[in-house]
C-alpha cells in the first residue's frame, strides 16, 4: 500500500502547515548532511524528490523537479540558463579560442606600441663597433652633446673575421636592409668598410646641400675647418647612384672616444673609422643633419 504525503514525511495527517514546513525543513537538513562512510555527502535524489513532491502536494506548490543538484546554493533557473549557453558553446570551442588568441596578440602588439619610447632619433652602428650597454652609449652621447634630443641606439657588428657565412651576420644584415627601407633608422654611424660595400644601395641620403648650407654661413663654416668627407663618384652611370657627399667622418670625435661612452672599437686606433650619414628614408631627416651638426660643433 502506497504511503500518503503525511506519512512520507512521517507526521500526523492532521498536522498543521507549520509542523509539515518544520519536518520538512529537518529531513532537508538530514539529507544534506547526510554523508557516507568516506564523508561524502549521499546525495539520493529519489529520496529528495519523492519528500519534496509529498511537502509541495500538502502545502499546494508547484516545483520543477528535473533539477540534478538541488542541494546546489544556485537557484536552479541560472543553472539552467547556464547549461544551455554551456551546451552552445560547447559547438565553438575552437573558434573561441581562435578569436581569444587573435585578441591576445592584438592586446601585446598594441601594448609594445603604447610603451615604445618616443625617440628622436634612432642611431645605428655598423662596422667594428660594439656594446654590452646601449642605454649608456645614449645617455653618453646625449651627455657629451648637451642635447634633449632622445636616441636609441642599435649595433650590427661587422668585423674582419666574420664571414658571409656566418648567420648571425646575414641575419644582421638583412635587419639593416629592412630598417633603411622602412625608414627605421635616422642617423647611420659606419666605417669606411662597410660604407664601400653598402653605397650602392641607395640607403644613404646625399649631403652636398647640407655641406653648402654649413659653409654658406660664415658662423658655421669653421665646423668643416679639416673635416674630411665621403664622397661617391658616379662615372656617367645613369642607373647608378649620382656623385657626391654621402658621409662625413666623425672618427676623432671626443663623443666617441670617452670611456663613459661604452663604445668598444673593434680595430686598432690606426684603423679605426666612424662616419656620419643620414637614412634616405628617415622621416626625421631634418633632427639627423642637426645631429650631425653637433657632433661637428663637438668636433670643433
Known amino acids: 500500500m502506497a504511503k500518503n504525503d503525511y506519512e512520507i514525511l512521517g507526521i500526523p495527517e492532521d498536522s498543521d502547515k507549520k509542523i509539515v514546513k518544520d519536518r520538512y525543513d529537518l529531513l532537508i537538513r538530514q539529507y544534506k548532511y547526510k554523508t557516507d562512510e568516506y564523508g561524502t555527502t549521499n546525495e539520493d535524489l529519489t529520496y529528495y524528490n519523492s519528500i519534496t513532491e509529498a511537502y509541495d502536494r500538502i502545502m499546494g506548490i508547484t516545483h520543477d523537479y528535473s533539477d540534478p543538484n538541488p542541494t546546489s546554493i544556485i537557484p536552479y533557473p541560472i543553472r539552467k540558463l547556464w547549461y544551455k549557453i554551456d551546451t552552445k558553446l560547447d559547438g565553438y570551442q575552437m573558434l573561441i579560442m581562435g578569436v581569444f588568441l587573435i585578441l591576445c596578440l592584438v592586446g601585446i602588439i598594441t601594448y609594445q606600441i603604447v610603451s615604445e619610447p618616443d625617440y628622436d632619433i634612432k642611431v645605428k652602428f655598423v662596422g667594428a663597433f660594439e656594446s654590452m650597454n646601449t642605454v649608456q652609449v645614449c645617455d653618453s652621447i646625449e651627455e657629451s652633446l648637451d642635447t634633449d634630443m632622445e636616441l636609441s641606439a642599435s649595433f650590427f657588428t661587422v668585423i674582419e673575421d666574420v664571414t658571409i657565412m656566418d648567420n648571425h651576420a ?3 644584415a638583412v635587419q639593416f636592409r629592412s630598417q633603411t627601407m622602412a625608414g627605421a633608422l635616422d642617423v647611420i654611424l659606419i666605417d669606411v668598410e662597410n660604407l664601400d660595400v653598402y653605397i650602392d644601395d641607395y640607403m644613404f641620403l646625399n ?11 660664415p658662423e658655421t663654416a669653421k665646423l668643416l675647418d679639416g673635416v ?64 650631425i651638426t653637433m657632433l661637428l660643433e663637438a668636433n670643433s
Open 170 to 172: 646575414k641575419n644582421s
Open 207 to 217: 649631403l652636398n646641400d647640407y655641406v653648402d648650407k654649413i659653409k654658406s654661413n
Open 228 to 291: 674630411q668627407f665621403y664622397t661617391y663618384e658616379n662615372k656617367g652611370e645613369t642607373d647608378r647612384l649620382a656623385g657626391g657627399i654621402y658621409g662625413i667622418y666623425v672618427t676623432d670625435t671626443p663623443v666617441f672616444s670617452q670611456e663613459s661612452t661604452g663604445l668598444m672599437w673593434g680595430y686598432d686606433e690606426e684603423r679605426r673609422t666612424m662616419i656620419a650619414t643620414v637614412c634616405r628614408t628617415s622621416e626625421n631627416q631634418d633632427k639627423a643633419l642637426d645631429f
